[in-house]
């Protein structure tokens, strides 16, 4: 009985310690993103050379994506450590295409919203974690969404509707709301399937999840800005 719950001790450290990460790993990019956000913005030559050139801007942001998708496609041949340098890597990129935001909002309505979409992930993220309820089907139904989140905002590009653009943005914080609860639920249940030593494998789940939760994190934030904050 004895050997048992030291047993069971042990591996509910193991469970923390990985999921830890996965904060770690996030707030590390946040941190990366906001500190190039704000070099890149507090520089005219650098902001001219992203702004003024639309295809160079096109280049960061395909890019973007591109490393995202790659990450998700290849998570399981890459390394670890190669797999850590990719996810700096698309911290840093999205810190440069992100510092437009200093430029169209105050600072302070910036700082205000980082810390409302701070308090609003934190608690999806503990529901998330704590619920027993199965949210599959409502992470299901938040990425049928946001499919049509952008088409509509593809289409508003050309279209210019301002009812359409609130819509999209109270749209895009309830979809990014559920998707956090979501995420936060299936990383436990993905870590907690294999198994809880701490390996490279284990690491790599817990890596791809902070990169989840990070882009929760952002396009949350993004949106709520879009409500809340004050332009200049």
């Known amino acids: 009985m004895e050997t048992n719950s030291v047993s069971k001790t042990y591996e509910k450290s193991e469970q923390i310690a990985l999921f830890r990460n996965v904060y770690l790993w996030m707030s590390m990019a946040l941190v990366i993103t906001g500190l190039t956000s704000l070099v890149v913005a507090d520089s005219p030559s650098i902001l001219s050379a992203i702004f003024s050139n639309r295809f160079v801007f096109y280049v960061l942001l395909f890019g973007e994506l ?14 670890f450590s190669t797999a850590t340098l990719l996810f700096i890597f698309y911290s ?8 437009v935001i200093f430029l169209i909002y105050t600072l302070s309505s910036i700082a205000s919203t980082f810390f409302v979409t701070a308090g609003t992930f ?8 704590v619920t027993k309820k199965d949210l599959t089907s409502i992470g299901n139904l938040c990425f049928m969404a946001l499919i049509g989140l ?6 508003n ?17 309830l979809i990014f709301v559920g998707l956090t609860a979501y995420d936060t639920q299936k ?46």
Not at 122 to 129: E, K, L, N, S, T
Not at 168 to 173: D, I, L, P
């Open 66 to 79: 591109g490393l995202v998708w790659y990450m998700s496609a290849r998570i399981n041949s890459l390394s």
């Open 92 to 99: 840093i990129l999205n810190g440069v295409t992100l510092s």
């Open 122 to 129: 934190a608690v999806m993220c503990i529901y998330g974690y």
């Open 150 to 155: 952008i088409i509509a905002t593809v289409v």
């Open 157 to 173: 590009l050309f279209w210019q509707n301002e009812t359409l653009y609130w819509i999209v943005s109270y749209a895009g914080v």
């Open 187 to 232: 990383i436990k249940k993905l870590l907690l399937s294999e198994g809880t030593e701490v390996n490279e494998g284990t690491q790599k789940i817990a890596l791809m999840g902070a990169l989840n939760l990070y882009l929760d994190f952002i396009n949350l934030f993004l949106y709520l800005l879009r409500l809340l904050g004050n332009r200049k």
